[in-house]
Antibody, heavy 125, light 115 residues
Framework: QVQLVQSGAEVKKPGASVKVSCKAS????????MHWVRQAPGQGLEWMGI????????KYAQKFQGRVIMTRDTSTSTVYMELSSLRSEDTAIYYC??????????????????WGLGTMVTVSS | QSVLTQPPSVSGAPGQRVTISCTGS?????????VNWYQQFPGTAPKLLIY???NRPSGVPDRFSGSKSGTSASLAITGLQAEDEAVYYC???????????????FGTGTRVTVL
């Protein structure tokens, strides 16, 4: 079945970097863009950026520009999200989410249909 | 990017109807951009509930419905059930003249409690 399997929890010190992976299976990896969304403890969802697996083109939320890099490996159907210069406020669950275009009434609608289980990243000295 | 505004919580008795508002601006919902809704239970990933403002994916009960008007959207749950206790998020796309400022935006989230 279609699923996104993420890497395990990480504990990092302030100033360090973390790289989270998201392995896709059950569908054609290069057909769908992938997003990263994070959620701080007890807080809401925050969009971080998107990567197109077919060409590796990325777009990042302004808040993370200069600090985040998203990459992909088409040979393993895996996308990666690396966040640098970590601070305590980066403590959160990081999700990958597949973007799909669904048709209804002759119109196309982009949405996030499949989500990974999330990766907990803790930043603490 | 801005954040879409939702009420922190709504509640209702079993069988009642509750609605959740999602207020944006002319740069996102009113641009116009589609609104999607997600349901999240504690300790789990969000799940797609409504896409393209009003459409339910296969498997979502028809007691969930979405609407959109101008710069706002709403999610309605009719015939509220205990299993509907969760946090609900709206999501849209924010557009800006400077493309580096454009991107997806989520609502602040609404906790639904079944009394």
């Amino acid at each position: 079945q279609v699923q996104l399997v993420q890497s395990g929890a990480e504990v990092k010190k302030p100033g360090a970097s973390v790289k989270v992976s998201c392995k896709a299976s059950g569908y054609s990896f290069t057909r769908y863009d992938m997003h990263w969304v994070r959620q701080a403890p007890g807080q809401g969802l925050e969009w971080m950026g998107i990567i197109s697996p077919i060409g590796g083109i990325t777009k990042y939320a302004q808040k993370f520009q200069g600090r985040v890099i998203m990459t992909r490996d088409t040979s393993t159907s895996t996308v990666y999200m690396e966040l640098s210069s970590l601070r305590s406020e980066d403590t959160a669950i990081y999700y990958c989410a597949r973007e799909v275009t669904l048709e209804s009434g002759g119109n196309n609608h982009d949405t996030f249909d499949i989500w990974g289980l999330g990766t907990m990243v803790t930043v603490s000295s | 990017q801005s954040v879409l505004t939702q009420p922190p919580s709504v509640s209702g008795a079993p069988g009642q109807r509750v609605t959740i508002s999602c207020t944006g601006s002319s740069s996102d919902i009113g641009a116009p951009s589609d609104v999607n809704w997600y349901q999240q239970f504690p300790g789990t990933a969000p799940k797609l509930l409504i896409y393209g403002n009003t459409n339910r994916p296969s498997g979502v009960p028809d007691r969930f419905s979405g609407s959109k008007s101008g710069t706002s959207a709403s999610l309605a749950i009719t015939g509220l059930q205990a299993e509907d206790e969760a946090v609900y998020y709206c999501q849209s796309y924010g557009q800006a003249y400077d493309s580096s400022l454009s991107g997806y935006v989520f609502g602040t989230g609404t906790r639904v409690t079944v009394l």
